[in-house]
């Protein structure tokens, strides 16, 4: 079955540093998403992004995050000054269009944590 | 916010069936019943989903009340690598809206 493949694995960044987080989602895929997973509780949404640009965003999505589709296969995911409170699990995804139906497929995330 | 409510926890013996429930009161007729499962700390794993009928798939199937207010996911013969959480999201099936994931159910698969 294809896969969406994140990249690091594992980030380990400074308070205050800037992070980019890689996905790379299935190649005939239209719709992509940021998730994320504090230890401990919930999957959160973050972002979905459809047609080059936000299609919607969480709350949790503030100024310091953005996300781009800079060449047509990476999707990534900056935060632009890193908090404690960003340590956390993101889960980068990804479906087709065909009728807002069909599944949606996770990468296996990126554990970043911030010292 | 989630619209469903799960048990936070079951058990379940190696080979048996899992039968996990789900309720959905405030269900709207354009919304499907979706179950994703995380295994520990991987990302979310599409399991199945449906709108009215029953359906089944390789991995499980899926039970919904004719007044559609809940659902059970089978799990037919349950193994040690079925242990995860398993959520039940209701979702409409068109556009782009995100899934919205709750606490799900922590099953736990005992040999």
């Known amino acids: 079955e294809p896969e969406v493949t994140q990249t690091p694995s594992h980030q380990v960044t400074q308070m205050g540093q800037e992070v980019i987080l890689r996905c790379v989602p299935i190649?005939?895929?239209?719709?992509f998403y940021w998730y994320r997973q504090i230890l401990g509780q919930k999957v959160e949404f973050l972002v979905s992004?459809?047609?080059?640009?936000?299609?919607?965003k969480s709350e949790i999505f503030d100024d310091q995050f953005s996300v781009e589709r800079p060449d047509g296969s990476n999707f990534t995911l900056k935060i632009r000054s890193t908090k404690l409170e960003d340590s956390a699990m993101y889960f980068c995804?990804?479906?087709?269009?065909?009728?807002?139906?069909?599944?949606?497929?996770f990468g296996s995330g990126t554990q970043l944590s911030v010292l | 916010d989630a619209k469903t409510t799960q048990p936070p926890s079951m058990d379940c013996a190696e080979g048996r069936a899992a039968n996990l429930p789900c309720n959905h009161s405030?269900?709207?007729?354009?919304?499907?019943v979706y179950w994703y499962r995380q295994i520990h700390s991987q990302g979310p794993q599409y399991i199945i989903h449906?709108?009215?009928n029953n359906e089944t798939n390789e991995m499980a199937s899926l039970i919904i009340t004719e007044d559609r207010k809940s659902s059970t996911l089978i799990l037919p013969h349950a193994t040690l690598r079925d242990t995860a959480v398993y959520y039940c999201?209701?979702?409409?099936?068109?556009?782009?809206?995100?899934?919205?994931f709750g606490k799900g159910t922590r099953l736990s698969v005992i040999a």
């Open positions: 995804a990804s479906r087709t269009q065909r009728g807002g139906n069909e599944k949606l497929f």
């Open positions: 190649s005939n895929h239209l719709y």
């Open positions: 992004f459809y047609n080059n640009e936000i299609s919607e």
């Open positions: 405030t269900i709207s007729g354009n919304e499907y």
């Open positions: 449906g709108l009215k």
């Open positions: 999201i209701v979702r409409v099936a068109s556009g782009n809206t995100p899934l919205v």
